[in-house]
């Protein structure tokens, strides 16, 4: 072989075009390799977040991976809505702190008067809830931060956690988190995301469903298992730890109606489960 140096210029030109060509080549085919995973990129093993490749909910490979997993990871749930579950978001103490403290002062919940952006009772919801102070305690300031590192919202973008309680047969039909009125929308703007945190196993019931979500719902496994509220479109099985994250906003800013949901009846057992709504601008706290 002719070694580089004694190339004419031309040819050494023409060499080192074709191999920034080669380079260039096999950074694209790896990179096509790395979308349709077929290389396997190693993870650090104190990283937390994991990724589920298999996009279908609760797929096998997930459902594995977060029963068997010790650490928190995201799964990826749907597009449209844009949906992410983040698995053992809450520890069990946070999740009982939680209840503790919402205990004392349950009441029925109520729902946004689309005209008057006013509370008001509706057949529709028949859960109890009550709201805690944005920030009350150490355990809310670290959880508040969690979410804010999880959806890149800052924290004084968030209403206060609303705790909600379910018993058998109760329920929220589906509903946008966004607003249909100007006068919700005074204080920080439009809700943007939603994160819903479960702090209590359910035996049965109580999933939280999508039913406009552009997801073949029916493939999942364990299809059988779900109530008949749960099969109308993409839903999530509450267990404790366990925070849903999905976005009422597209990323133009649009509202997304995908983002229609609803809580299943609980069958058997009780629901407990913790909300917090994120807006497109700062909220300020009501004093």
Aim: hydrophobic residues 35%; charged residues 20%.
């Amino acid at each position: 072989m002719v070694p580089l140096k004694h190339l004419h210029p031309r040819s050494r030109k023409r060499v080192g075009t074709l191999a920034l060509f080669m380079l260039a080549l096999l950074s694209l085919l790896l990179l096509v390799f790395l979308l349709v995973g077929l290389v396997a990129v190693p993870s650090s093993p104190d990283s937390q977040l994991h990724s589920c490749k298999n996009l279908t909910f609760l797929s096998n490979r997930c459902r594995h991976q977060g029963e068997s997993g010790s650490k928190p990871w995201v799964e990826v749930l749907s597009w449209e809505p844009r949906a992410f579950l983040y698995h053992k978001f809450l520890t069990p103490e946070e999740c009982t702190h939680l209840i503790d403290l919402a205990k004392p002062s349950m009441i029925k919940s109520t729902v946004v008067d689309s005209a008057t952006g006013k509370s008001k009772d509706s057949r529709v919801r028949t859960s109890s809830g009550t709201f805690l102070t944005r920030g009350q305690d150490k355990i809310i300031q670290t959880i508040e931060q969690r979410i804010a590192d999880f959806t890149f919202i800052p924290v004084d973008h968030g209403e206060g956690l609303q705790v909600l309680h379910y018993e058998v047969g109760q329920k929220y039909e589906a509903h946008y988190d966004y607003f249909h009125d100007t006068f919700n929308t005074k204080n920080g703007g439009q809700r943007i995301a939603t994160v819903l945190m479960y702090l209590s196993d359910v035996e049965a019931g109580g999933e939280t469903v999508f039913p406009a979500s552009q997801v073949n719902s029916s493939l999942v496994p364990h299809w059988d298992e779900l109530t008949e509220c749960a099969k109308a479109g993409l839903s999530v099985q509450p267990r404790m730890g366990d925070a849903l994250l999905f976005w009422s906003m597209k990323p133009d800013a649009t509202l997304d109606t995908t983002s229609l949901h609803g809580g299943c009846p609980v069958v058997k057992g009780n629901k407990w489960s913790a909300t917090k709504w994120l807006h497109v601008e700062q909220y300020s706290v009501p004093s």
